[in-house]
């Protein structure tokens, strides 16, 4: 590709939407069909990039590592990936969502990649959360970064967020984005009408890493447990360009953004660049993970 072809490419702009649902415990085809009404409904305002949340197939809150694997499948073999990738065909359109994942007997907590051609790439999450750790196995696919048509898109899922590593090791790989499905909670201290303390920890990462973050939040109340909904879409600058949503209505929100500024824009004035300015004579480049460097 030419150097006007690829800086055509980078300016060009697309519209990210991260749809804020309310799946339902352990009723798969119900989420996925209307996880697919909420998905044409954002494509119907020009959506080129759906995010949907955590486990958005299955619900959250099991009662039981039996009752999770009811409620799993295999990637990308599964009806839920072979659904969404049916609209993903349909509208042109890449999709990033969470998912109950069965591998053997193994269970992940997982995102899907899906594009127009089908599966693209599966994150698995790292960072396990509470009784998630009753259910799930820790992610070992580590944070992949897969180039696309429309960018870069890296994943993440919800407590990878409090780790900075998780946006560091993805930005270093060259994403333009990372597109984080989510079931955020309330935090404890947490004052009556303050912003989810992921929304702050989230725009922080977007600016120091010089990359676009889209948080797709789940509402509602499932067996007692509360969530924050609250989705948003955060710049490059560390500013929301969407968002966020409300804590308890199902909303779709949507940014209009060109994903290539993101690497462009890590000059930050003649002296300073985020990313090159690490200081790897003092601790290891890629932070001892082994993934391979990309471009920024």
């Given at each position: 590709m030419g150097l006007l072809a690829s800086a055509a490419l980078d300016e060009a702009?697309?519209?990210?939407?991260?749809?804020?649902?309310?799946?339902?415990?352990?009723?798969?085809?119900?989420?996925?069909?209307?996880?697919?009404?909420l998905i044409a409904r954002a494509v119907g305002l020009g959506a080129k990039l759906v995010v949907l949340p955590?486990?958005?197939?299955?619900?959250?809150m099991f009662r039981s590592r039996e009752e999770a694997f009811a409620a799993s499948e295999p990637v990308p073999a599964g009806p839920t990936v072979r659904a969404w990738s049916e609209v993903a065909a349909k509208h042109e359109l890449h999709l990033v969502a969470g998912i109950c994942e069965r591998d053997g007997a193994k269970l992940f907590n997982s995102?899907?990649?899906?594009?127009?051609a089908g599966h693209i790439g599966t994150f698995r999450k790292i960072h396990l959360w509470n009784e998630e750790?009753?259910?799930?196995?820790?992610?070992?696919?580590?944070?992949?970064?897969?180039y696309t048509?429309?960018?870069?898109?890296?994943?993440?899922?919800?407590?990878?967020?409090?780790?900075?590593e998780t946006y560091r090791l993805t930005a270093l790989q060259g994403a333009d984005i990372v597109c984080v499905p989510t079931n955020w909670?309330?935090?404890?201290?947490?004052?009556?009408g303050r912003e989810a303390m992921a929304n702050i920890l989230a725009m922080a990462a977007a600016h120091s890493n010089s990359i676009y973050i889209a948080?797709?939040?789940?509402?509602?109340?499932?067996?007692?447990q509360p969530f924050e909904g609250q989705s948003l879409i955060i710049s490059f600058t560390g500013w929301p360009v969407a968002g966020p949503a409300s804590r308890d209505c199902e909303e779709i929100l949507i940014a209009e953004v060109a994903l290539g500024e993101a690497r462009r824009a890590r000059n930050w004035n003649a002296f300073n660049q985020v990313l090159r300015d690490r200081r790897s004579d003092l601790y290891d480049e890629m932070l001892g993970s082994g993934v391979r460097r990309g471009w920024y």
């Open positions: 702009k697309v519209k990210v939407a991260c749809v804020q649902m309310h799946p339902a415990i352990g009723n798969v085809e119900a989420n996925v069909a209307h996880s697919i009404e955590e486990l958005c197939n299955s619900g959250y995102a899907v990649l899906i594009g127009p750790n009753l259910y799930f196995e820790p992610g070992d696919l580590g944070f992949p970064v897969f048509a429309i960018g870069r898109i890296g994943m993440a899922i919800c407590y990878d967020g409090w780790f900075p909670v309330p935090i404890p201290g947490q004052a009556e948080c797709a939040d789940r509402v509602g109340t499932e067996r007692g």
